[in-house]
């Protein structure tokens, strides 16, 4: 059998591709459908990415809703005289809420497969509304802490993979 690229004489018949020029020498219709299949497992990647990145937008705005949320209701509770104290709530809550406005429009583009540069900023912004959250309630020193970090680590793990699966599948955006 010679080589269909340089015509070079190939002994084992049971080669796949061609020991002087490296082309493969499997049938094209097997080569396409190799492609096809690897095409078709790579939209799946954003597609993962896009939806970690929208969950996680969900849960850093609903927690950016019950800061602002219990900041008036300890503002109404307490008057106004305490407002420096409760101050913390509704810095955590607006950050939160901007950066779930960013994550979905990041997720949206990765839908999409348009804009990487703006996916990767709402991805980003979730990480930011999460440390930006955890020194406010450090600072501050609320007392319910534990509940709302857990929340948070549920969104940091969700922004953290939805950044890697994102970098992975970048080849995949215009």
């Known amino acids: 059998m010679n080589c269909p690229y340089c015509d070079n004489e190939i002994v084992s018949e049971d080669a796949t591709f061609c020991p002087k ?11 396409q459908q190799e492609s096809i299949e690897v095409q078709q497992k790579q939209p799946e990647l954003v597609l993962v990415a896009a939806m970690l990145t929208i969950i996680a937008a969900v849960f850093i705005a609903s927690i950016g809703y019950i800061g602002v949320y219990q900041y008036q209701v300890l503002l109404d509770a307490w008057g106004s005289s305490l407002a420096s104290e409760f101050l913390g709530f509704l810095i955590f809550g607006f950050v939160d809420i901007i950066g ?3 994550a979905l429009v990041g997720g949206m583009f990765m839908l999409k497969r348009k804009r990487l540069k703006i996916s990767f900023l709402g991805v980003v912004s979730l990480l930011v509304s999460v440390f930006v959250t955890y020194i406010t309630i450090i600072q501050y020193q609320y007392g319910f802490t534990d509940i709302l970090l857990f929340s948070e680590v549920s969104v940091f793990i969700f922004s953290i993979l939805s950044g890697i699966v994102l970098f992975t599948s970048k080849t995949e955006f215009t």
């Open 21 to 31: 020029c490296g082309k493969s020498l499997a049938p094209e219709e097997e080569m």
């Open 100 to 102: 779930a406005a960013f």
